[in-house]
C-alpha cells in the first residue's frame, strides 16, 4: 500500500482496498500473507491472528479499534484488532456504523443462503431468499432499514420487519431526521413512487430522485419528471402523507 507516493515497507502477497481512518492519520486494508491466509494491516502492521479471509476493515469512529469481518474454520464473525467478538454466521460482509459510532450492523447469513441484517451481533428474526443491501442507520442510530428482495421481489425492512408493498426495484431507504418515518425512491408497473412507511404516495413519476428531507424533517424535496418536464417541488411532510 502506498500512501501519498511512500509505500509501506512490509509486502504482503496480496492487498486490497484500504481504508482511512476518520482523522485520515492511519491506513488499513485487507492484506494475503499466503496462498490461504488473510488478515488486516495498519499503516504496514498486521493483526497477530490470520484468517481464512477478510473483508473491508473498518475504523469504529470514536478511534478505539479497526473492525472487519473474518472467516476462520469455516464461518464468519466480526474481529476487532484481530479478535472476535460476534457470534458466527454463514457469511458476513458489509459492516456499517451507526453515526455516533456507538452501534455496529452488517449483511449477515445465519445459514447458507438466507440472508438478514445483524445489528450488534443480534440477527433479525426476518430471512431473505435473494438478497439484503448494505445497512442504513437512523440518524440517532437507534433504527436500522435495509433494502431487501424476496422471492424476486423487492422491498424495505425496518428493524428486522419488512414491508409489505412487492415492488420492481427500491433505492436507499431515508430516514426522518427525528427517526420515526423512512422513506425511499421505488419502481412499480405504473412508473416511479415515492414510498413512506409502506405507503405508496403521490402518482406514479415517469423518473424520480431520491426524496431529501430539510433538517427539521417539516419539508420534502421531491424531484420528478412528470408529462416529460423536470419538477421541483418543497412540500410539507405532512402534504405527503396527506
Known sequence: VAVDG????????????????PDSSTVAAQ????ICEYSIA????????????VWEPLFKPDGSGI????RS????????????????????????PSPDGSRLAAVAAPEFGRWTIAADDTPWPARFSDMVLPPVFSPDGKRVAAIVKDRGSWSIAVDGIPWKQKLDMVWDPVFSPCGTHVLAKAKTDAGFRLIVDDRLCRAPFEMLWDPVLSADGEKLLLRHVTEGKYCREVLTFREILG
Open 67 to 70: 473492525v472487519a469481518p473474518v
Open 6 to 21: 511512500a509505500a509501506w515497507e512490509q509486502r504482503f502477497v496480496n492487498t486490497y482496498s484500504p481504508v482511512f481512518s
Open 31 to 34: 492484506i494475503r500473507t499466503d
Open 73 to 96: 474454520d469455516g464461518k464468519w464473525t466480526l474481529a476487532e484488532d484481530g479478535t472476535p467478538i460476534w457470534g458466527r454466521y454463514a457469511q458476513l460482509w458489509h459492516l456499517r
Open 42 to 53: 495498519s499503516d504496514g502492521q498486521s493483526w497477530a491472528n490470520r484468517f481464512g479471509c
